[in-house]
């Protein structure tokens, strides 16, 4: 059985950090691509960040890039989102997801997420 976990969400001030964590298990982690999904109240999902199975490719939407990193360490099972100089639009659940696509994120190329992490930016 997969299990996809996310951790490291919270309040933060804007200007401020945060690093979000994800371990998979069930899965061979190495043979997927992985993504940090959000989704804020009334509005649709957005891929944020996703990078390929190895770790060679990455991609980040427009609104993040220059202030979030993605990374992972295959070893661990485990996927990070280092998230810098939070704005209080970047307040949203965020979610990890195991699939077969990096490029874009493109969501519905993603099969098994978890549960989400809420993180909040404060002013």
């Known amino acids: 059985q997969v299990q996809v976990v996310e951790s490291g969400g919270g309040l933060v001030q804007a200007g401020g950090s945060l690093r979000l964590s994800c371990t998979a298990s069930?899965?061979?982690?190495?043979?997927?691509?992985m993504g940090w999904f959000r989704q804020a109240p009334g509005k649709e999902r957005e891929g944020v960040a996703c990078?390929?199975?190895?770790?060679?490719?990455?991609y980040y939407s427009d609104s993040v890039t220059g202030r979030f990193t993605i990374s992972r360490d295959n070893a661990k099972n485990t996927l990070y989102l280092q998230m810098n100089s939070l704005k209080l639009e970047d307040t949203a659940m965020y979610y990890c997801?195991?699939?077969?696509?990096?490029?874009?994120?493109?969501?519905?190329?993603?099969?098994?997420w978890g549960q989400g992490t809420q993180v909040t930016v404060s002013s």
């Open positions: 997801a195991a699939g077969g696509s990096w490029y874009q994120c493109p969501s519905d190329k993603y099969n098994y």
């Open positions: 069930g899965l061979t982690f190495d043979d997927y691509a």
């Open positions: 990078i390929s199975s190895r770790g060679i490719s990455r």
